[in-house]
């Protein structure tokens, strides 16, 4: 858990950047609920996936980063992605197509869903946990900022931008105050895995991130 002050952090966020345009989640329904995980409600479960998406667009794979800890479920999860999954490819800073990694949890649900926000949210792990000295007025306990950022061939964070909203959560409340931070922080902070390209080298991409805000004193 990284703590730091709630500041006017000057930092430039270039826009100029996009993950592979699609909402991973859409290729899921109801209907998918295996049944297993229906005999066995009430039951969660989450797999926590990552599709790379090529500079031309096509899927180069699905991988599970963490288990849900049923490993035909973890494989089930991909298989769908991969069937399904309509994806755009990525932009880099400079405008030309990248690979795109699309980091996302996908959560198998049967029975009562958790019956806060806050409880919804601390359900994911994100990528980074940053604990500030105050919320903006009216925010919850824990708030998810989710980023795209240009991952370079090492790993290392260049650029970074919030994530447009989805259609479906164009609704829900978010925190352009609490951008710059955040994104101060993942540029400093974080190392990811590059993808690789047909030769087998890391090659840089844009990648999706989350991260949680909350106040200090809420810490655990």
């Not at 709630?6 to 270039?14: D, G, M, V």
């Not at 999954?85 to 690979?99: E, I, N, P, V, Y």
């Not at 950022?149 to 909203?165: I, L």
């Not at 959560?169 to 993808?195: D, G, I, N, Y």
Request: proline letters at 8%.
């Amino acid at each position: 858990m990284l703590w730091i002050a709630l500041a006017a952090a000057q930092f430039s966020i270039p826009l100029m950047i996009g993950a592979p345009s699609g909402d991973i989640r859409t290729v899921f329904s109801n209907d998918d609920t295996p049944e297993d995980l229906i005999r066995s409600a009430p039951i969660s479960r989450t797999v926590y996936t990552r599709t790379t998406v090529r500079p031309d667009g096509a899927i180069q794979n699905c991988t599970v980063e963490v288990s849900s800890g049923d490993r035909a479920l973890d494989s089930y999860t991909c298989g769908l992605i991969l069937k399904r999954a309509k994806l755009r490819s990525a932009t880099w800073t400079d405008g030309s197509a990248a690979f795109g990694v699309i980091r996302y949890p996908i959560n198998w649900w049967v029975g009562d869903y958790p019956r806060s926000d806050v409880a919804s949210v601390k359900a994911i792990n994100p990528d980074l946990d940053l604990s500030v000295n105050s919320l903006p007025k009216g925010a919850p306990a824990i708030i998810g900022v989710e980023l795209q950022v240009a991952v370079d061939s090492d790993g290392r964070v260049s650029a970074c931008a919030e994530q447009p909203p989805l259609p479906w959560s164009k609704h829900q409340r978010r925190f352009p105050e609490l951008v710059q931070l955040v994104c101060q922080q993942a540029t400093s902070a974080l190392k990811l895995r590059p993808p690789v390209d047909s030769s087998g080298n890391p090659a840089r991409s844009v990648q999706t991130v989350l991260v949680h805000v909350q106040a200090s004193h809420d810490s655990k």
